[in-house]
């Protein structure tokens, strides 16, 4: 089953433009991460952020994680055409499983 | 560190034949999972090891299926018979299973069944 769902499905942006994800999921997580994936690629890690972290910054991107809406954020700034790929949250499950499950990602377009 | 590796990268089989998918993990990570994507279904996780245990293969379509991982360096994903349905990208991934370790995919295979 689905943990995370992301929204927007789809986002279409001009390149300098900012682009906001959102994930929001179900359980109790211990973590979060959002990962990228090309067309025909796999999927790469951007980012971790612990269950006990509110903001997390990595070059251009920049995480939330609001625990109490369950919910986390994405922000990619000052876009570029090399940032088109879809975008995925994984949460790890407080259950003490160890696995991660993945939303249903955000298809990113950045116009040139 | 040469990263998660999967083999062959491409598989076109026909219905009915026995599939084999092979994955070597980063070394010193003992956490390995194996995923399945499509564009109708999304990521899909199959089923995951840890310390070369299944732990979890809730996830496994059918009987039709069946992983391993005999030792920390090497698991495979067996399908037999293939069918249609059974088209998708196969990723692996592995990960340090303690303190919410990053986890790592490999590049996939792409599955084709005719």
């Known amino acids: 089953s689905q943990q995370g769902e992301e929204d927007p499905q789809a986002l279409s942006i001009q390149e300098g433009e900012n682009a906001t994800m959102n994930c929001s999921y179900k359980t109790s997580i211990n973590n979060l991460q959002w990962y990228r994936q090309n067309s025909g690629r796999g999927l790469v890690h951007l980012i971790l952020i612990r269950s006990n972290e509110r903001e997390k910054h990595s070059g251009r991107l920049r995480v939330t994680l609001d625990t109490s809406k369950k919910s986390s954020s994405l922000l990619i700034t000052a876009s570029r055409a090399a940032d088109t790929a879809s975008y995925f949250c994984?949460?790890?499950?407080?259950?003490?499983?160890?696995?991660?499950?993945f939303g249903t990602g955000t298809r990113l377009k950045v116009l040139a | 560190d040469a990263g998660v590796i999967q083999s062959p990268r491409h598989e076109v089989t026909e219905m009915g034949q026995e599939v084999t998918l092979r994955c070597k993990p980063i070394?010193?990570?003992?956490?390995l999972f194996w995923y399945r994507q499509t564009m109708m279904r999304g990521l899909e996780l199959l089923i995951y090891?840890?310390?070369?245990?299944?732990?979890?293969d809730s996830g496994m379509p059918e009987d039709r299926f069946s992983a391993k991982m005999p030792n920390a360096s090497f698991s495979t994903l067996k399908i037999q018979p293939s069918e249609p349905r059974d088209s998708a990208v196969y990723f692996c991934?592995?990960?340090?299973?303690?303190?919410?370790?990053?986890?790592?995919f490999g590049p996939g295979t792409r599955l084709t069944v005719l």
């Open positions: 991934a592995s990960r340090v299973v303690a303190g919410g370790g990053t986890q790592y």
């Open positions: 994984a949460t790890e499950e407080a259950s003490g499983t160890y696995k991660y499950i």
């Open positions: 090891f840890n310390n070369n245990v299944p732990i979890d």
């Open positions: 070394s010193g990570h003992n956490s």
